[in-house]
């Protein structure tokens, strides 16, 4: 029986490529597999006819919108997490989502080779393969750009050799991957660190500088995850795309990093997540009048550890799935609604109420009234400044002697 390879494909030059010239060195029948994650632009109908017209035996399509955003963006945005501090894992949480369905195409198709089109330079080779790797163990990986040799000259020359249904003369001079949850741009011009990214870089948010009037808007959390926008039910997908509608014209969400890859390489990127970094705002905000002192300050500790993991490939760790469980338990009581205001580039709190809140006013007020013992402050601070003094009474003991 003739080999069988599942392609991760996304419609482009390089994948539609990759289809024929994965057949002409190895000899094994393709099966393209694209996969919905809220990335906009073509049908899965015209990528699917597409793949076929580019010599795929069999074309498998998902719209994974719904499962991108409950199960990949949801505990993203539970564990607050901003990779280095800036970055909201756009590419990182899409890759383990098309793993899933490229193992579920394998099976259902017999293939036992699974394809991506990532270069050897970049993170997501990593994810894919340590991804199929975990789920299915089985599965040989192959990347025709960092194994087959095929660059973008030789792709253009295939297509145009071969009349693939493929557009080659369009020249993007950024490497682009986005979905719901954002947008991330880098090559070119960027590779030059001091440049500062052009208007035409952008997509999903408006320039800040021009802003429209302020927009003020009230998202409310049922134990962590978004469940109405000014006060209309909704779903996490519909939470995501609604704020980057509205947080996106504000210019919301701009990210301009240089970041640590895996593999060792800093590298520049531009994110765009203006949905994303609203939520995270307000769910953080939320988090701050609901959780527990100390469960908060170990949160974020381990909000930063999941973000690396999940960064570094990790999605189906052990570790992962442990940290996982740590954050689902701080959620219990993350509930409330946040009314912020987004303008000028900027998403503002101004305002928060819970049911389940921790904030007691009368314990906080300044004003008469309030039930908050002052006299207990002074024994409080003695003791709780007791260990540190013992030991500087130690260490000007010993520099006298
Ligand atoms: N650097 C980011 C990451 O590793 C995004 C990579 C996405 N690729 C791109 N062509 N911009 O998660």
């Given at each position: ?383 709780w400044g007791m260990s540190a003094k013992v030991a500087s009474g130690r260490d000007i003991r010993v520099a006298g002697k």
């Amino acid at each position: 029986m003739t080999e069988r390879i599942v392609l991760a494909y996304s419609g482009g030059l390089d994948t539609s490529v990759a289809i024929g010239w994965i057949g002409e060195a190895t000899g094994a029948e393709v099966i393209a597999v694209a996969v919905d994650v809220g990335q906009g632009g073509e049908s899965l109908e015209t990528i699917r006819q597409r793949a076929l017209g580019c010599g795929a035996v069999e074309a498998y399509v998902a719209d994974a919108s719904d499962e991108f955003a409950d199960e990949y963006c949801m505990p993203t945005l539970k564990a607050n997490a901003l990779y280095q501090g800036h970055y909201p894992l756009v590419s990182a949480i899409s890759r383990p989502v098309i793993v899933k369905h490229l193992v579920k195409a394998a099976r259902e198709f017999g293939a036992t080779t699974v394809a991506h089109g990532c270069t050897g330079k970049g993170n997501d080779q990593v994810r894919f393969e340590v991804g199929i790797q975990t789920l299915g163990p089985d599965l040989k990986c192959i990347a025709p750009v960092r194994d087959l040799a095929l660059t973008r000259d030789k792709a253009i020359a295939f297509a145009e050799e071969k009349g693939l249904p493929i557009e080659t003369t369009k020249k993007n001079p950024y490497s682009i991957d986005q979905n719901v949850w954002g947008r991330a741009v880098e090559t070119g011009y960027l590779e030059d660190i001091w440049n500062a990214p052009t208007k035409d870089i952008y997509d999903y948010t408006a320039t800040p500088e021009f802003p429209p009037a302020p927009d003020e808007v009230t998202i409310s959390f049922e134990a962590g995850v978004p469940v109405a926008i000014d006060g209309v039910k909704v779903t996490p997908l519909q939470a995501i795309k609604e704020l980057n509608r509205r947080a996106g014209a504000q210019g919301v969400g701009r990210i301009d990093v240089v970041e640590d890859r895996l593999v060792g390489i800093k590298s520049r990127e531009i994110y765009e997540a203006p949905g994303a970094m609203a939520l995270i705002t307000a769910h953080k905000h939320l988090e701050d009048i609901t959780v527990e002192r100390e469960q908060a300050r170990f949160k974020a500790t381990v909000g930063q550890r999941w973000s690396e993991l999940v960064y570094d490939g990790q999605w189906f760790s052990p570790l992962k799935r442990s940290l996982d469980a740590f954050i689902e338990d701080t959620q219990k009581y993350v509930s409330g609604d946040i009314r912020m205001t987004l303008h000028g580039g900027q998403a503002v709190v101004n305002g928060r109420r819970s049911e389940t809140s921790l904030y007691d006013f009368d314990l906080a007020t300044y004003d008469t009234g309030d039930t908050f013992d002052q006299s207990m402050a002074r024994g409080f601070i003695e003791l709780w400044g007791m260990s540190a003094k013992v030991a500087s009474g130690r260490d000007i003991r010993v520099a006298g002697k």
